[in-house]
């Protein structure tokens, strides 16, 4: 089934808004929602799928404006599709393993960062409606995040949303340095503010921190940084840190010289941050 998680469109028929995808860390099937199919981003990640299906460019001919009528219509559509079994006779998805036909979660992700959307707080609230009508108890909305937007009052008032639909949050953190996060996410925005933001936000909410790890020019971080990150991991509020998901890439990178890592060199890591956190660790491999 590996190949289902390395062929991850967002796209779908003729959708606009909702594609399906394999997660990894999901653990199976996944609803992506897009709020931005111009690519909006404050990041420019050396591992973004995004940047490398579209090069440097953003998408500028698209617009980002919802048409929530589209969009509603597209999500009862696909879990519609998936309730009653007919979306597995679709060729991407009729291998998927009849345990695995299950819908684990609705996430906020897409072509760039849901919470820079005006339109994310309406969405989220069409989502959880939707969710309510149509799907198991156990379905999750997720909001996957660079977390440089955690800070806002209405982006936390949606969270709050979200967490009584059985929401969470996973927020990114790949980084134990500055200089490390510039390297990787090739931002203006401090690697302080990020920090902050999940200092806050862990002080009320449960949150799941996710971090890719790469090879760097054949290098890959070195045990400093990664001991660095783990007592990032430790200034935070521990109590509310669901668990970590350590992974690599596992489809085209911009660059040519970032690579995944391989099992071992992710698995070392992983050991590190247990031994310096005791806290759960989750790793998912390339492949």
């Not at 992506?32 to 111009?38: P, Y």
């Not at 998408?59 to 079994?85: T, V």
């Amino acid at each position: 089934m590996s190949f289902l998680f390395q062929y991850h469109p967002r796209n779908f028929r003729d959708f606009h808004y909702v594609y399906p995808v394999v997660s990894r860390r999901a653990g199976g099937l996944s609803l992506g929602v897009n709020l931005s199919q111009s690519g909006q981003c404050n990041f420019a990640c050396v591992y973004c799928q995004v940047i490398a299906e579209e090069g440097q460019k953003r998408l500028d001919k698209k617009s980002d404006f919802i048409d929530f009528d589209c969009f509603e219509s597209e999500l009862r559509q696909l879990i519609n599709m998936i309730n009653d079994g007919s979306f597995f006779q679709d060729e991407w998805f009729s291998h998927l393993p009849v345990e695995k036909r299950v819908l684990r979660d609705i996430a906020f992700s897409g072509d760039g960062e849901p919470t820079l959307s005006p339109f994310f707080p309406d969405a989220v609230r069409s989502v959880a409606a939707i969710r309510k009508q149509l799907c198991n108890d156990t379905t999750k909305i997720v909001l996957i995040t660079n977390g440089t937007m955690l800070h806002s009052t209405s982006v936390q008032e949606t969270i709050k949303i979200m967490l009584e639909n059985n929401g969470e949050i996973w927020a990114k953190l790949d980084a134990g340095t500055p200089e490390y996060f510039r390297k990787i996410a090739r931002s203006n925005i401090r690697y302080e503010k990020i920090l902050s933001n999940l200092t806050e936000l862990t002080k009320n909410f449960p949150i799941v921190i996710q971090s890719c790890f790469l090879s760097i020019h054949g290098q890959p971080p070195d045990d400093a940084e990664i001991i660095q990150y783990s007592r990032r991991l430790v200034s935070l509020q521990t109590d509310n840190i669901i668990r970590i998901q350590i992974y690599t890439a596992a489809r085209n990178t911009p660059e040519k010289w970032v690579l995944p890592l391989d099992n071992n060199q992710l698995d070392r890591i992983a050991q590190i941050v247990r031994k310096q956190t005791n806290l759960q660790v989750d790793t998912f491999y390339s492949s």
